[in-house]
């Protein structure tokens, strides 16, 4: 080995697998600074005649000095591949000392597309259980872009995993930035992913060291647009005669006031409606892109929406409540929908849910912690990356210091007459 370390070759039966003759297979561990790893040797031999004390067969048994020989030539091919490591650099542990004898994954065959398909198909075993839809999709996206630039800077189908170093890394953050022309928070959502399955061979000794370690990419804070309420108004308010125009409208507004996700809001049936602790109707869902649970009080105007769509024939179709159409259609219209109501902003889809935080929810006196569950969120940090606090929501506390301050000044001066 390279440097000092705890290294042992032992050989064992695992006496509960006796075949019908009797016999108990021979197992080889081979133990690595305390850490073991075990392969099969392909052979079996009676307990009874098996020096458990040395790890040999006792020589009087039965051709047990041919199987010492056996046992002898493959702890000499284990010192042979730990030797071919050692001369090619590569990691040794117990783990891949084993999986070298053995003959099976060569890390130094191993490609980063091959890792990301594997890690892909595990992941899609695991969507409703524990893992989002939109993950899975995540990695799919992310796998179709790292497959492009390997092919556009490299001119190869795949890339060897042994290979990839911080010059690979460097490249592909600006493949991201430049090439596809991605905004910053959108290159570091792709980094990571591709950091996800950096990791994952890490933590299966596949390479020895991480190329991202000296990366420092941070997600930048990005403030959002959202609608006052005089915006909401305007478009509540404006009379669209034109009729896709007018259902993306209300199903916009729908959102406004629930705060429910583009593609939660898509996926809502007549099951999602319940009936709450106060006998009102609530949304009771579990959000497509967490898998957290979001649970909604229905104010007048969503309900009224639902009612409005209630015989539409897309929704009876589709067992659905609301006739939502695909989101870059939605993100479309919503243009016009801006234009129509004199509205500067980007009305998005998402716009929608920012809006319920700040100005439906947080300007009204709900608190945060509510918003935050209306949300499905798990952590209250996300919550704020949504909800800022207006203007005149400062302006309405402070006022009221002021007046709690006037008070106590007040009662400071009746005190002394």
Known sequence: MNRRRSYSILFYLKRSKLNKRGEAPIYMRITI?????EASINRSIKPEQWNKAKGYANPSAENGKNLNRFLEQQRNQVYLRQEEMISKNRVITAKTLKNAYIGKDNDEERTILKVYDD?????KLLVGKGVAPLTYKRH?????????FINEKYGMVDYYLKDIDPDFVDKYETYFRVDRECNNNTTVKYVRNFAKIIRHAIRNEW?????????????EEVDKPFLNQEEINAIHSKQIDIERIAQVRDIFLFCCYTGVAYVDAHALT???IEYGPDGTRWIKIRRSKTGKPAHIPLLPFPLEIIERYKNNLVCER?????PVLSNQKMN??????????GIKKNLTTHCARHTFATTVTLANNVSMESVSKMLGHSDMRITRQYARILDKTIAREMDQLAHKMSKKKSKKKSKKK
Not at 119 to 123: F, R
Not at 207 to 219: D, E, G, R
């Open 318 to 322: 589709k067992g659905v409540i609301l």
């Open 140 to 148: 799919r996206t992310s796998r179709r872009h790292l497959d492009r």
């Open 119 to 123: 890690h892909n198909e595990k992941l």
């Open 332 to 341: 479309a219209y919503l243009k016009e929908v801006a234009d129509l109501c």
């Open 33 to 37: 600074d305390g850490i073991r790893a």
């Open 270 to 272: 007549p099951d999602h």
């Open 207 to 219: 390479i020895q060291t991480n190329p991202l370690k000296n990366l420092n990419l941070k997600i």
